[in-house]
């Protein structure tokens, strides 16, 4: 058939710029390219829609490569699509290209840096469910490996597709049997992948992934599905297919082939129609991605004499703000009683995701979301992000807009032990370059900062606190990120104490105990951590007599607010000591708690009495 014709030289086009490409860079995964080359050949050349001088429109199909070592496909179609000139592909690799190792947003084509695998198929459901919940008429593509099958996120991803009925979700499984150094975990036993996807809800559907017949009745079956599945297409494929010394052929992962080796290839992949090209229908609608830049009337209003638990405000201010700009949407890990995003979706429900407790996925999801211009919260305790800390460091590598809220921070969360205590939470957001991390004390500075996350744009994480605290503030108080709050002070202050959250109240109950002695200290609220409100830190500190800071924090020491304040002083001269958590924590009250981690109101106090008496 001529149709046929034509899938066959476009894939053989695919293959060859695959080979080229990385034969010039010196390294690359060329046989993990050609086997998934049929499979996108004929994907491009009759299903998908997509408008090449806009890759953000909305109405645009999505094409997520999680196997994002086989970087050189992805740069290859978008070439044979008329992105750019074939030969450009050349620079694969190449301080400076576009083309990076895997994909990266510097190439405006890839919906989320990859190459961590495992996550694509989240980033993916990300797409559909935006497309899904919005009415958008796209269909969102994403290709797997084999390997990349044995991740758990993946299944936590299979999972949220099914319940969310995302039948416009279309999982390209690439089964060619050999993974880095070892076969896969079931070769070619494609059976094993189609029982587990079908058990998972999947419209499933396997394929002889070379067979062009084979594949086109799938894709079009995968396009017009509206059953309310997500769609697996299980393609059976041969890693190195179309090279014969390459064909299933182990040890040649991650390998490019030398000069010599590729002209051979080339010589077996025949004449390929190198003018031929893709010619990608273009989307009937245009929707791009909406200003951000929403200024936002929160009308909330705390009684003076009464706590608030910040994370209650975070739930109730983020609903308001939800109501007001629809680009945003809340991500919950099945605490959202806990966190209070139950607000929002009281509120506002299309506009809230349950993703339960998988963590990794929820990240990834929200990434997606994010593509699309899209704001998403995600939110759960702070201590569980840790379980998705590649996930949240690909997010970053994405360029993503995502605004994180971490709750039960510190051992000040009392008695559910140390298992749910985030202590290394802000050393893991804070290690992000350019990542913003925050720590509001009280209602008002919270009320604020969740609307400048809201604006921000980038990687914002906000811790909240279990237990309620008093009012530190007033309605008119300004607070942005990279300031701080100098909440006492006088002309003879000993020393600063800079505290973050839980530990301001802490640091001000032992100024009032010190004063008593005639002891006098500065107490700065450092609720920016990162960045930290250097200029407000050397002026505190080199207006006291001791040129000292004592930081307090409900954190491991390392990686914490004090290590911020201290490499923003690190050239002026001040002498830093550090008060944070030392050690695993236990159940017990807030109170109790905080005095056995040795950063409470009295151990502060007699920390600043031993250095006054040192310097008398």
């Given at each position: 058939m001529k149709e046929f014709a034509a899938f066959k030289n476009k894939a053989g086009l695919l293959r060859k710029w695959s080979l080229i490409s990385t034969t010039e860079a010196t390294s690359g995964h060329p046989t993990s390219c050609l086997s998934a080359a049929d499979l996108t050949?004929?994907?491009?050349?009759?299903?998908?829609?997509?408008?090449?001088?806009?890759?953000?429109?909305?109405?645009?199909?999505?094409?997520?490569?999680?196997?994002?070592?086989?970087?050189?496909?992805?740069?290859?179609?978008?070439?044979?699509?008329?992105?750019?000139?074939?030969?450009?592909?050349?620079?694969?690799?190449?301080?400076?290209?576009?083309?990076?190792?895997?994909?990266?947003?510097?190439?405006?084509?890839?919906?989320?840096?990859?190459?961590?695998?495992?996550?694509g198929l989240s980033v993916g459901a990300g797409l559909a469910l935006t497309a899904k919940r919005e009415g958008l008429s796209s269909k969102t593509f994403v290709l797997t490996g084999d390997g990349e099958l044995a991740e758990g996120q993946i299944w936590e991803a299979a999972n949220f597709a099914t319940h969310e009925k995302l039948d416009n979700l279309v999982a390209i499984l690439d089964i060619n049997r050999l993974a880095q150094s070892q076969p896969t975990m079931f070769g070619h036993h494609t059976e094993e992948y189609v029982n587990r996807f079908?058990?998972?809800?999947?419209?499933?559907?396997?394929?002889?992934?070379?067979?062009?017949?084979?594949?086109?009745?799938?894709?079009?079956?995968?396009?017009?599905?509206?059953?309310?599945?997500?769609?697996?297409?299980?393609?059976?494929?041969?890693?190195?297919?179309?090279?014969?010394?390459?064909?299933?052929?182990?040890?040649?992962?991650?390998?490019?082939?030398?000069?010599?080796?590729?002209?051979?290839?080339?010589?077996?992949?025949?004449?390929?129609?190198?003018?031929?090209?893709?010619?990608?229908?273009?989307?009937?609608?245009?929707?791009?991605?909406?200003?951000?830049?929403?200024?936002y009337r929160v009308t909330t209003s705390f009684e003076k004499g009464k706590e608030y638990a910040?994370?209650?405000?975070?739930?109730?201010?983020?609903?308001?703000?939800?109501?007001?700009?629809?680009?945003?949407?809340?991500?919950?890990?099945?605490?959202?009683?806990?966190?209070?995003?139950?607000?929002?979706?009281?509120?506002?429900?299309?506009?809230?995701?349950?993703?339960?407790?998988?963590?990794?996925?929820?990240?990834?999801?929200?990434?997606?979301?994010?593509?699309?211009?899209?704001?998403?919260?995600?939110?759960?305790?702070?201590?569980?992000?840790?379980?998705?800390?590649?996930?949240?460091?690909?997010?970053?590598?994405?360029e993503a807009n995502v605004k994180f809220a971490g709750s039960h921070v510190g051992v000040s969360i009392g008695e559910d032990g140390p298992s749910q205590m985030a202590l290394e939470d802000i050393a893991m957001f804070g290690a992000l370059p350019g990542a913003v991390v925050l720590q509001p004390a009280d209602a008002w500075c919270t009320a604020s900062l969740v609307q400048e996350m809201a604006a921000h744009?980038?990687?914002?994480?906000?811790?909240?606190?279990?237990?309620?605290?008093?009012?530190?503030?007033?309605?008119?108080?300004?607070?942005?990120?990279?300031?701080?709050?100098?909440?006492?002070?006088?002309?003879?202050?000993?020393?600063?104490?800079?505290?973050?959250?839980?530990?301001?109240?802490?640091?001000?109950?032992?100024?009032?105990?010190?004063?008593?002695?005639?002891?006098?200290?500065?107490?700065?609220?450092?609720?920016?951590i990162h960045p930290i409100d250097a200029a407000a830190l050397n002026e505190s500190v080199h207006a006291t007599k001791q040129n000292l800071l004592i930081t307090v924090e409900d954190h491991f020491e390392h990686g914490g607010m004090g290590d911020f304040a201290a490499a923003a002083l690190s050239d002026t001269g001040a002498h830093i000591i550090k008060m944070a958590v030392p050690d695993i924590s236990q159940s017990g009250t807030k109170d109790e708690l905080l005095q056995d981690a040795g950063i409470d109101?009295?151990?502060?106090?007699?920390?600043v009495r031993e250095l006054c008496a040192v310097t008398a």
């Open positions: 050949a004929v994907l491009f050349e009759k299903y998908f829609t997509y408008d090449i001088a806009e890759p953000l429109n909305n109405y645009n199909d999505r094409f997520v490569l999680s196997k994002g070592h086989a970087a050189p496909l992805l740069y290859a179609l978008f070439g044979v699509a008329g992105a750019y000139p074939l030969d450009e592909l050349k620079t694969l690799r190449k301080f400076g290209s576009r083309f990076q190792g895997h994909p990266v947003p510097k190439f405006v084509y890839a919906e989320a840096a990859t190459g961590s695998l495992g996550q079908k058990a998972f809800g999947f419209e499933v559907i396997a394929i002889d992934g070379h067979n062009y017949e084979e594949i086109d009745q799938a894709f079009e079956k995968a396009v017009n599905n509206k059953n309310g599945k997500p769609t697996a297409i299980v393609a059976k494929t041969i890693k190195g297919k179309g090279i014969s010394f390459l064909e299933d052929k182990d040890g040649w992962h991650g390998k490019a082939l030398k000069k010599d080796e590729l002209q051979k290839a080339l010589q077996e992949l025949g004449d390929v129609d190198d003018q031929a090209r893709f010619a990608l229908r273009k989307p009937s609608g245009k929707l791009m991605p909406a200003n951000t830049d929403v200024k910040t994370r209650e405000v975070f739930g109730e201010v983020l609903a308001s703000l939800v109501e007001q700009n629809k680009n945003l949407y809340v991500l919950d890990g099945d605490v959202m009683n806990s966190t209070f995003t139950e607000d929002v979706k009281k509120k506002t429900p299309d506009h809230f995701i349950e993703c339960y407790i998988a963590e990794q996925n929820m990240v990834s999801v929200a990434v997606g979301l994010s593509r699309l211009g899209r704001v998403p919260f995600a939110a759960t305790f702070g201590a569980f992000f840790t379980r998705a800390a590649d996930q949240i460091r690909m997010a970053r590598v994405s744009a980038g990687i914002v994480y906000m811790r909240t606190l279990r237990p309620k605290t008093a009012l530190l503030y007033s309605k008119d108080e300004h607070f942005e990120i990279g300031g701080s709050k100098l909440l006492r002070h006088s002309d003879h202050d000993e020393l600063t104490v800079a505290a973050t959250g839980i530990t301001v109240f802490e640091a001000l109950k032992a100024a009032e105990e010190l004063e008593k002695e005639n002891i006098h200290i500065r107490v700065l609220d450092c609720y920016s109101a009295d151990h502060i106090a007699q920390k």
